[in-house]
């Protein structure tokens, strides 16, 4: 035997039965963009640490005048320091086929003879840059695919005030560029900014910089003090014309990567429980609704 309350209960959602599939519909949306959404940031945030560490991104960065390449060991006796990678870092404007404006590119050294320490890349098409070849490079793939280069396409770059035409040799990912920002740019443009991987030795050449350096990495022992191996690098290069060392939350590519980050948990935190008081609101508004048409039958 069915009560009177079953009855009544059935009927009244047979009759609100839209409603409810409504609210059914608004908590669902709610669940699932909590789900997708806490999901994704967990995702991207262990898939971003786990490249980082694979390809040994650094702690500490710094850009200077000139160095001589024996200042590196001096960085390595910092208190803190694991490793250090010292390099040649230029601009040079990219005179590409078919663009009105030139394009602009960083120039970065690779070592000549051995693996790179830090920031190292996965090259996702060809290979690294030979010693003696002083016209080979490696690039970015966001610039790769934004003019169609592959292995053996060629362009003009100004190198120091000299043009030369550079042999695309390999295309590679970095840590460091996941985002690669030109000067001034406010969002990624690969079409007009790119980053060219060179030879060590035909950088140093360019740019007259045999046995120095302007440019160095460093990655951190587990419980370093970052603030001090940021001053004491100060200290040192400051002589050689340092602009000053900075820490991986301020480096350019993973900041904006951070920011989309957070981002994303903002949305997990802030969109889901809105969905969730909208329902709430609706039922609300249901139940008095169904309260005060059943009193109504009732003759009160």
């Known amino acids: 035997m069915i009560s009177a309350l079953d009855k009544k209960l059935i009927r009244d959602f047979r009759r609100l039965q839209g409603q409810a599939l409504a609210i059914a519909l608004v908590m669902a949306a709610g669940v699932a963009t909590l789900i997708l959404a806490v999901g994704a940031y967990r995702s991207l945030e262990e898939t971003r640490t786990a490249y980082y560490e694979r390809y040994r991104f650094a702690d500490v960065f710094s850009t200077l005048k000139r160095a001589p390449t024996i200042i590196e060991q001096r960085i390595l006796e910092i208190p803190g320091v694991a490793a250090a990678e010292t390099r040649i870092v230029e601009f040079a404007l990219l005179d590409i086929e078919g663009m009105v404006q030139p394009a602009t590119g960083m120039a970065i050294s690779l070592p000549d003879r051995r693996e790179a320490r830090l920031n190292r890349l996965y090259v996702r098409l060809g290979r690294l840059p030979q ?21 053996g396409s060629k362009f003009k770059a100004i190198l120091n005030g000299k043009k030369r035409t550079l042999t695309v040799v390999g295309v590679a990912l970095s840590p460091e560029f996941i985002y690669a920002l030109g000067l001034g740019d406010l969002i990624p443009d690969p079409k007009r900014f790119g980053i060219l991987w060179m030879s060590h030795e035909a ?25 001090e191996v940021i001053k004491r690098i100060d200290d040192i290069l400051e002589r050689y014309g340092g602009t000053g060392a900075y820490g991986r939350k301020d480096q350019q590519s993973h900041a904006f990567i951070d920011a989309e980050l957070k981002q994303l948990r903002a949305m997990a935190q802030v969109i889901p429980p ?13 139940c008095r609704a169904s309260s005060h048409s059943s009193v109504s039958k009732l003759g009160f």
């Open 131 to 151: 010693p003696g070849r002083p016209d080979e490079v490696t690039i970015n793939e966001s610039f790769a695919s934004a003019h169609g280069y592959s292995i």
């Open 203 to 227: 950088l140093a050449a360019t740019f007259d910089l045999e046995g120095a350096f302007n440019s160095v990495s460093l990655s951190l022992l587990r419980n370093a003090s970052e603030p």
């Open 274 to 286: 809105i969905f969730l008081l909208v329902s709430a609101f609706l039922i609300n508004i249901t």
